[in-house]
Structures are given as structure tokens and as C-alpha cells.
């Protein structure tokens, strides 16, 4: 199995976990999810795997959570489903999949516990933290 990650090209975080796992001497598969889109049952797999319920799952800033009236916690797990098939957008991200698990990888940092070698550093997040120092350790 190779990684998988849901990726968004617009996000910062995105792209920075994505350059992380290039850095680690792989090519991911790159699922850019707010073309391909959702289904129901993928989700409740990827959330399953993850350890994540769909509120967790969740993305509420920049999203139109709000004006879909989804930040009410009387808001189902169904009509969560249901809203994050219809705007894809609604999901949090990155989301990558890799023989050791399954992570919402947020902060962007959480993708090297997904990884089979850490990145040689020194690597640094979208903010300029680092992440991996020049000794090729975590930081953090």
C-alpha cells in the first residue's frame, strides 16, 4: 500500500504535508478532493480509520459550515455525511492514508508519524517552525 493524501492545493497546510512526505523519498498518490469529490461510504471509512467522527472531521473556518446551519451540535452525523458529499469543502484536510494509519493531519507535523523514514531536515512548517532539524531530528 502506498500513501494516499487528500489533498488541496489551495490550502498551506496541505501543501506543506505534501512536501513532507516527498521529502521522505515518496511519491504519494494525490487524491485532489475538491474535484474527485466524496462519497458517504468513503468517508465513513477514512473517518473510521482515523479515529475521527464527522464533527471532528469537520472544517468550520473558510467553509460554508455555518451558513449550512451545520455548526449546531443537534446536527447529525447523516446530515453531516450529507453535507461533506454535496461541499466537499466541508471536510478538514489533509487527510492521509499509509500503511501505519489513517490521520487528520493537522497540525502538518502529525504526517511524520505515517511515515517509514523522516525527511532529512532542516524542514520547517507553512508558519516557519521547524519540523525536522538539520540533524534529521523532530523538532517539537
Known amino acids: 500500500m502506498s500513501i494516499v493524501i487528500h489533498h ?3 490550502c498551506g497546510t496541505s501543501r506543506n504535508v505534501l512536501d513532507l512526505i516527498r521529502a521522505s523519498g515518496t511519491e504519494p498518490v494525490v487524491i485532489e478532493y475538491l474535484d474527485t469529490g466524496w462519497t458517504k461510504p468513503q468517508l465513513l471509512a477514512l473517518f473510521a480509520a482515523a479515529g475521527l467522527s464527522p464533527r471532528a ?3 468550520t473556518s473558510k467553509s460554508p459550515a455555518a451558513e449550512l446551519g451545520l455548526l449546531d451540535e443537534s446536527v447529525g452525523d447523516d446530515a453531516l455525511l450529507d453535507a461533506m458529499v454535496a461541499h466537499p ?3 478538514n484536510r489533509p487527510i492521509v492514508a499509509s500503511p501505519k494509519g489513517v490521520r487528520l493531519c493537522r ?3 502529525t504526517v511524520l ?3 517509514d523514514a523522516l525527511p532529512p531536515g532542516p524542514l520547517f512548517k507553512e508558519d516557519g517552525t521547524p519540523v525536522i532539524d ?3 531530528r523532530r523538532v517539537g
Open 8 to 10: 488541496n492545493p489551495d
Open 57 to 59: 472531521a469537520l472544517r
Open 89 to 91: 469543502v466541508l471536510v
Open 107 to 109: 497540525p502538518s507535523e
Open 113 to 115: 508519524d505515517l511515515l
Open 134 to 136: 538539520a540533524d534529521g
